[in-house]
């Protein structure tokens, strides 16, 4: 009886195991060898999505980003000068300049040891800066050509040129002093404001300002409000409560690498930034809103030394994400950036996407639409599928990058039937190509 019992017992589970592997000849000999090879292949891609997502990125050569990365307990990935990962043999992350392909290691060994950092290498990391969700202005140079001043800036003063390195267009001035540009806005600055740009100025006296009038600028003006961008005293603002107000820190990096620069307003208080350090944070400083912000250097740039800036973005407003979402319901996300007429997503935006699901993690009941949007230019069709494919690209990113539950997120295409300005101008077009995040 017991040997029956135990025949019994082996022969159903024989049936059942049967029943749902399905016929050998459909699944084979090894198939679930072959299944958990590949779920580990896709937890090993995943692990490598988020390291990489979160890491500093290094170019060839650039040596010091690599030992500042690893000083602050950072991880390091290697990049080539246009910006992709470089891989080792079996596909993963070279984060050790000592473990570069052979192709890149002449490149390594002849590369100056101090040359400055490609634009967004450490990027967007600011512990405490929120960068406006509506563009007044966004200019990174594309439509311009090398060599040329820039078309939708005002010169003043000074030698300007829009310069090409490693594939990321800068603005360079090679002096005199107080050279100087104007941005003419299309609406007086607001109560809350930010202005975001990348600097990199070579000689520790060399500064820029920032006003909002059309001024010349010295340090030692005291009568005068103006950011102040690098130099002896250092990052910060310059301005007036019921006396003059200065606050300033210095950050040599700005002499060292390109470096982001943002400047947080909300009514009488400033903060400013250098890459992730905060340099100033004044409570009480009275500034003027006007429609234009004139940049400026007081202090001498030459062919020898030139100052650089990058893109510039200006917007309205400055909230964190979740607490835009709370107020409104929904939120417009202009730094998830892709490639052009593509649903690929860029690699820099990459802290914007760890940003959400940052925020996604913290509150576990948040649970949003992803909108994707175009702007008016273009087929309609086409248009309407490049935003789904957009909004779907977000979340694939989120659930497999940023560990966020698929059932938390829905995606939907709107393409060009929600605009937030006219497509008649560059801007307007700008601030259309977004996407949003709606609560539900």
Sequence with gaps: MKSFLKLTIVGVFAIVATASVGP????????????AEEAAKRETARQVNRMVAGAIRCAVGEVDCVMRARDDGRDVVMVDDSGEVIRDDEGNPVTDPNDL??????????????????????????????????????EDYSADTVGD??????????????????????????????????IRL????????????????PQTN????????????????KDRQFFQVAGTHGTGVVGHGDEMVESMGKDPRVHQELVPVSIMVDGNHVKVYVGDHRVANAPNVTLLRTDLLQFSNTYMASEKDPMYFGPIRIAAGGRDLY?????????????????????????E????????????????????????????????DHNMELSRGRA????????????????????VGLGPTQPKAPNESDEGRRQNRRVELVKF
């Design 392 to 411: 779907k690209a977000v979340k694939a990113w989120l659930v497999d990058s940023g560990e966020i539950d698929a059932d938390r997120l829905r995606t």
């Design 186 to 201: 299309p609406e007086t600055l607001p109560e809350r404001f930010t202005i975001e740009t990348v600097v990199y100025f």
């Design 206 to 221: 060399q500064r820029a300002a920032i006003t909002m009038e059309k001024k010349t600028i010295n340090a030692g003006y």
């Design 101 to 138: 392909p052979p192709e890149y290691r002449e490149a390594q060994a002849s590369a100056p040891v101090t040359p400055p950092a490609a634009p967004g290498a450490d990027t967007n990391v600011n512990s405490n800066f929120s960068a406006g969700e509506r563009i007044i202005f966004y």
């Design 24 to 35: 050998a000849e459909a699944r084979g000999p090894n198939w679930l060898q072959n299944a």
């Design 349 to 380: 935006s990459a802290d914007t996407l760890a940003g959400i699901s940052a925020m996604m993690q913290e509150h576990s009941d948040l649970r949003l639409l992803i909108e994707g949007h175009t702007d008016g230019s273009g087929d309609f």
């Design 149 to 182: 001043f820039p078309r939708r800036l005002e010169l003043v003063k000074g030698n300007w040129e829009v310069v090409e390195w490693q594939g990321r267009r800068l603005l360079r001035n090679t002096g005199p002093r107080y050279a100087a540009f104007v």
């Design 323 to 347: 607490s835009a979402l709370e107020a409104d319901g929904r939120v417009a996300v202009h730094d998830i950036l892709f490639d052009t007429d593509q649903t690929t997503i860029r690699p």
